[in-house]
C-alpha cells in the first residue's frame, strides 16, 4: 500500500461526511494494519479493480454505527437491520467511489458494497494486507476506514483536474 | 409527471424522493437494478429516470442504452459516484441528459432536476 495514495481517501471521506451527513471528520495519525481481524463490529466493505486492486473497509462500533447510518438515512436505527446495512454500504460506496477520482492516473473500478455484521469478525484477504488504517472521529461516534490496494498498471498522468474536466463536459452537454 | 428512482441502495431511493417531493413531485416509481426498471417500464415509459451507474444484475449504464433504444427523449438523470472524466463522457455518449455526483446536498440534485426538465422542456 503506497501512503501516496491516503490523501484521496482522507478528502473523501471528510466531502462524503459534511456533504451527505453534515458531520465534520478529524483524524488520528494513519497506521498500517497487518492482521485481517476487523477493527469493529460493523464493516462496509468496496472491492477496487482495474489500475488498483484491493478493497476499502469502513468499521464501526455497533452505537456509532447506529448513529451514523441514521444520520444519513435521516432515520433513527435502534437495531443493525437490512435498511441500516444499506446506508452503511452506501456510505463506502461513495467513500471508496469519490477517492478513486483522485487517485492520479489510475483508471479504478468499485464493487457494489458488502457489509458484514458481527463483533470479532475477519476480512481475510493476503493481497489486502497490509492495510493502512485512519481512525475517524465525528461528533457522534469513530470509526476507521482501512484501504488496501495494490497498484497493477503505472499510473498515467493528466494535469487537468477530475472535476474541473466533468464540469466542462457537464456544462457543454447542457448549453 | 412520472418519476423513476432506479438505485440499489434504497437509502439513496429515500433520499432522492424527500428532494422530489419538496419540489412537489409525488408520483414515484423504484427499481432496485437496470432489469427491475426494464420490467416497469414494459407498461409506460415515466416522464423522468435518475439512474445509478453500479448495479448488481444490470448497471446504470446498459440500462441508459437500453432506454435510448425505446426512447430518445425521455430525460435520464446519472446520479452516482462515478466522477471520472472518462466515465462522464460514456454516460453521456449513452445517452444520459445531465450528471450529479455523489455525495450531492439536497440542493444539488434539486437543481439538477429542474435543469434536465426546464432544458427538455417537460412541463413540470
Given at each position: 500500500?503506497?501512503?501516496?495514495?491516503?490523501?484521496?481517501?482522507?478528502?473523501?471521506?471528510?466531502?462524503?461526511?459534511?456533504?451527505?451527513?453534515?458531520?465534520?471528520?478529524?483524524?488520528?495519525?494513519?497506521?498500517?494494519?497487518?492482521?485481517?481481524?476487523?477493527?469493529?463490529?460493523?464493516?462496509?466493505?468496496?472491492?477496487?479493480?482495474?489500475?488498483?486492486?484491493?478493497?476499502?473497509?469502513?468499521?464501526?462500533p455497533k452505537p456509532a454505527a447506529l448513529r451514523i447510518a441514521?444520520?444519513?438515512?435521516?432515520?433513527?436505527f435502534r437495531e443493525m437491520d437490512e435498511d441500516f446495512a444499506?446506508?452503511?454500504?452506501?456510505?463506502?460506496?461513495?467513500?471508496?467511489?469519490?477517492?478513486?477520482?483522485?487517485?492520479?492516473?489510475?483508471?479504478?473500478?468499485?464493487?457494489?458494497?458488502?457489509?458484514?455484521?458481527?463483533?470479532?469478525?475477519?476480512?481475510?484477504?493476503?493481497?489486502?494486507?497490509?492495510?493502512?488504517?485512519?481512525?475517524?472521529?465525528?461528533?457522534?461516534?469513530?470509526?476507521?476506514?482501512?484501504?488496501?490496494?495494490?497498484?497493477?498498471?503505472?499510473?498515467?498522468?493528466?494535469?487537468?483536474?477530475?472535476?474541473?474536466?466533468?464540469?466542462?463536459?457537464?456544462?457543454?452537454?447542457?448549453? | 409527471?412520472?418519476?423513476?428512482?432506479?438505485?440499489?441502495?434504497?437509502?439513496?431511493?429515500?433520499?432522492?424522493?424527500?428532494?422530489?417531493?419538496?419540489?412537489?413531485?409525488?408520483?414515484?416509481?423504484?427499481?432496485?437494478?437496470?432489469?427491475?426498471?426494464?420490467?416497469?417500464?414494459?407498461?409506460?415509459?415515466?416522464?423522468?429516470?435518475?439512474?445509478?451507474?453500479?448495479?448488481?444484475?444490470?448497471?446504470?449504464?446498459?440500462?441508459?442504452?437500453?432506454?435510448?433504444?425505446?426512447?430518445?427523449?425521455?430525460?435520464?438523470?446519472?446520479?452516482?459516484?462515478?466522477?471520472?472524466?472518462?466515465?462522464?463522457?460514456?454516460?453521456?455518449?449513452?445517452?444520459?441528459?445531465?450528471?450529479?455526483?455523489?455525495?450531492?446536498?439536497?440542493?444539488?440534485?434539486?437543481?439538477?432536476?429542474?435543469?434536465?426538465?426546464?432544458?427538455?422542456?417537460?412541463?413540470?
Open positions: 500500500m503506497d501512503v501516496r495514495y491516503i490523501n484521496p481517501f482522507m478528502s473523501s471521506i471528510k466531502n462524503v461526511f459534511s456533504t451527505m451527513l453534515n458531520l465534520e471528520v478529524s483524524f488520528d495519525k494513519p497506521n498500517l494494519k497487518t492482521d485481517a481481524k476487523a477493527s469493529h463490529d460493523v464493516s462496509g466493505i468496496i472491492g477496487l479493480s482495474g489500475d488498483a486492486v484491493g478493497a476499502v473497509i469502513m468499521s464501526f441514521g444520520a444519513l438515512a435521516g432515520v433513527t444499506d446506508a452503511i454500504g452506501e456510505i463506502a460506496n461513495m467513500v471508496a467511489g469519490n477517492a478513486k477520482k483522485d487517485l492520479e492516473g489510475l483508471n479504478v473500478s468499485i464493487s457494489v458494497p458488502s457489509v458484514i455484521i458481527g463483533q470479532n469478525h475477519q476480512v481475510k484477504a493476503t493481497k489486502l494486507l497490509p492495510r493502512l488504517a485512519i481512525p475517524c472521529s465525528t461528533p457522534i461516534g469513530s470509526f476507521i476506514v482501512e484501504v488496501g490496494m495494490k497498484i497493477v498498471n503505472k499510473p498515467k498522468i493528466n494535469s487537468q483536474s477530475q472535476e474541473q474536466a466533468v464540469e466542462e463536459l457537464v456544462s457543454s452537454v447542457m448549453e | 409527471m412520472k418519476i423513476m428512482l432506479v438505485d440499489d441502495s434504497r437509502t439513496i431511493r429515500n433520499i432522492e424522493k424527500n428532494v422530489l417531493s419538496q419540489l412537489g413531485y409525488t408520483d414515484i416509481l423504484e427499481a432496485e437494478d437496470g432489469i427491475e426498471a426494464l420490467n416497469q417500464i414494459a407498461s409506460g415509459m415515466p416522464d423522468l429516470f435518475l439512474v445509478d451507474w453500479n448495479m448488481p444484475n444490470m448497471d446504470g449504464l446498459t440500462l441508459v442504452k437500453k432506454i435510448r433504444e425505446q426512447d430518445k427523449n425521455v430525460p435520464i438523470i446519472m446520479v452516482t459516484t462515478e466522477a471520472e472524466k472518462t466515465r462522464v463522457v460514456e454516460a453521456i455518449k449513452a445517452g444520459v441528459n445531465n450528471y450529479v455526483v455523489k455525495p450531492f446536498t439536497t440542493e444539488t440534485l434539486g437543481g439538477k432536476i429542474k435543469q434536465t426538465l426546464e432544458k427538455m422542456g417537460v412541463p413540470a
